[in-house]
């Protein structure tokens, strides 16, 4: 049997493979179920630098999401890449009849417990902090760094060498490995893709070593790195047509946009929203700002960012203005504000703090997102917007643009076939007592009717951060690569599970080499 960590390496456009073993071996499949007792003997006895937690636990039972818990038999505290394989081999050794099975966790922000695992393993991959990061500043900058290296992390020291990420989430406090195996997307998409495709090289924890990879644990990635900013303008403005929104953002990320960051969400029936808004931006023109109501209407703001340096300052008001001036929002909810580089990406952080003083941010997270074909966004707009949701009260609902050709189709994330498709993210966020419209059992019959439309409706929608209990979903999520996928997660997957708690496919049952 061989476990390995394969490097990708890409050159231009061009995503090259480089395996090198780490592990050789030769093992007997277990086929008989061993007792629990006989399980933590096993892990006790494995040779590694780090050290498994039997007893303290509960933590690794809970995520971002809030709506399943699955306790693990331990928690493995890694010191070193070869740690997490030698895991992972011993998983894998055991055969289908011990039922281990074995989960990387990050900073715990899944949404459904994919990175649980019950009566299993589950890997504390923020415990590879240690191995630290590895700068290199030449013409092509890149940071190698651990796969369970924070983002904010990532930021703060690539500042120190004037340099930056490409590609991010809108919230940094999640690891490398964590993002990356989800693709990572966020406003700066349309021009760089997700983050994963600004990846030089992975470092990834397989089965064994083979010509295409797709399940592993990310242990390492380069990540490409580009001059920083010094400052953001950061500007907000309201359409009442979605057509024109569509339209506007659509133009905005066509060709060279002067903005770096693109996004936008839909406000429903929300009382003072401008006002609300003077926390944090600043009006163009007070006096027209404060005429403008948004109580029981549908909205759409257009979020942009400029980055820039002080001394452009001039010129890059000029600009914006003159960018600004080709679109057709509604003239006097133009808002804006001037931050420096750190605060603008680290801006939801904000955010997660006052909501964890009030005791809302350990709540549950019942998210929907999707991924929807340009051609059929006006349709769902009209519906959604207009016959299913009522306002946006429980969390963000963001709606954004993306470019096709800016996203690895090597991956195993599925996004439509049109050149341009949508980012639409209901974040919602429930109150755990309520059996009102802010509670679960509301935004979960309100997540299966957007669904059950985009399915009658035939819109060609893919979710983003899928979740589904039967063979029957997956295989129509992923139409003509079912088959590759499962023929792939049969043979390589440890966990051998698309979701805790729900068998999918039968153990991975190891190869004899």
Same mark, same amino acid.
Request: glycine share 10%; net charge neutral.
């Given at each position: 049997m061989r476990y390995a960590v394969v490097s990708f390496t890409r050159q231009g456009n061009m995503l090259f493979l480089r395996s090198f073993v780490i592990l050789f071996l030769s093992?007997?499949?277990?086929? =008989?179920?061993?007792?629990?007792?006989?399980?933590?003997?096993?892990?006790? =006895?494995?040779?590694? +630098?780090?050290?498994?937690?039997?007893? !303290?636990? %509960?933590?690794?039972?809970k995520d971002f999401g809030n709506r399943c818990s699955f306790l693990?038999?331990? *928690?493995?505290? /890694?010191? @070193? *890449?070869? +740690?997490?394989?030698?895991?992972?081999?011993?998983?894998?050794?055991?055969? /289908? #009849? @011990?039922?281990? =099975?074995?989960?990387? %966790? #990050?900073?715990?922000?899944?949404?459904?417990? !994919?990175a649980q695992a019950p009566g299993g393993v589950v890997i504390n991959m923020e415990s590879l902090q240690g191995l630290g990061m590895q700068f290199h500043t030449g013409n092509f900058p890149y940071v190698d760094v651990s796969g369970g290296e924070l983002w904010i992390n990532i930021l703060r020291q690539s500042l120190k060498h004037g340099l930056a990420p490409k590609?991010?989430? +809108?919230?940094?406090?999640?690891?490398?490995?964590? =993002?990356? @195996?989800?693709?990572?997307?966020?406003?700066? +998409?349309? %021009?760089?893709?997700?983050?994963?495709?600004? *990846?030089?090289?992975?470092? *990834?924890v397989t089965a064994f070593s083979e010509d295409s990879v797709k399940f592993g644990i990310i242990t390492r990635a380069r990540i490409s790195l580009e001059p920083a900013p010094e400052m953001v303008k950061w500007i907000r403005v309201l359409y009442t047509d979605f057509a024109t929104f569509a339209k506007d953002q659509e133009k905005l990320i066509s060709g060279e946009s002067m903005f770096g960051y693109i996004e936008g969400f839909v406000i429903i029936n929300r009382t003072g929203l401008l006002n609300n808004w003077r926390s944090s931006f600043n009006p163009q023109d007070p006096v027209q700002a404060s005429k403008f109501k948004s109580d029981g209407r549908t909205l759409y703001c257009l979020e942009l960012a400029k980055y820039f340096n002080r001394d452009e300052t001039a010129d890059v008001n000029r600009e914006i203005k003159s960018s600004l001036s080709q679109l057709n929002h509604v003239p006097s909810t133009l808002f804006l504000s001037e931050v420096p580089y750190i605060e603008f990406l680290d801006r939801v952080h904000i955010s997660e703090i006052k909501l964890r003083s009030k005791g809302l941010w350990e709540v549950p997270h019942p998210w929907l997102n999707l991924l929807i074909p340009r051609s059929k966004i006006q349709i769902f707009a009209q519906y959604v917007f207009g016959n299913i949701l009522t306002d946006t009260s429980n969390g963000p609902v963001l709606i954004y643009p993306v470019n096709k050709s800016k996203w690895d189709n090597r991956t195993s994330v599925v996004i439509p076939e049109e050149d341009v498709f949508y980012l639409v993210a209901f974040l919602s966020s429930a109150v755990p007592s309520s059996t009102g419209s802010d509670g679960l059992d509301h935004i979960l019959i309100q997540n299966k009717r957007i669904l059950e439309f985009c399915e009658i409706a035939r819109l060609g929608v893919k979710q983003y951060l899928p979740h589904y209990p039967t063979q029957r979903e997956w295989k129509a999520h992923f139409g003509s690569r079912w088959e590759v996928f499962a023929r792939r997660k049969s043979s390589y997957d440890p966990l051998a599970m698309l979701a805790p708690g729900q068998r999918i496919f039968q153990k991975a049952i190891p190869y004899s080499q």
């Open positions: 093992c007997m499949t277990i086929k =008989t179920n061993l007792c629990f007792p006989s399980l933590v003997s096993s892990l006790k =006895t494995l040779p590694i +630098d780090g050290h498994f937690d039997f007893e !303290q636990v %509960r933590h690794a039972a693990p038999l331990a *928690v493995l505290h /890694p010191k @070193s *890449v070869s +740690d997490v394989a030698t895991t992972v081999k011993h998983v894998w050794q055991m055969g /289908p #009849g @011990s039922e281990l =099975t074995v989960a990387a %966790r #990050g900073h715990g922000h899944s949404l459904q417990g !994919q590609s991010w989430t +809108d919230y940094l406090h999640l690891t490398v490995g964590g =993002t990356l @195996s989800n693709a990572g997307i966020s406003g700066q +998409d349309f %021009r760089h893709g997700p983050q994963i495709s600004n *990846v030089h090289q992975l470092e *990834v």
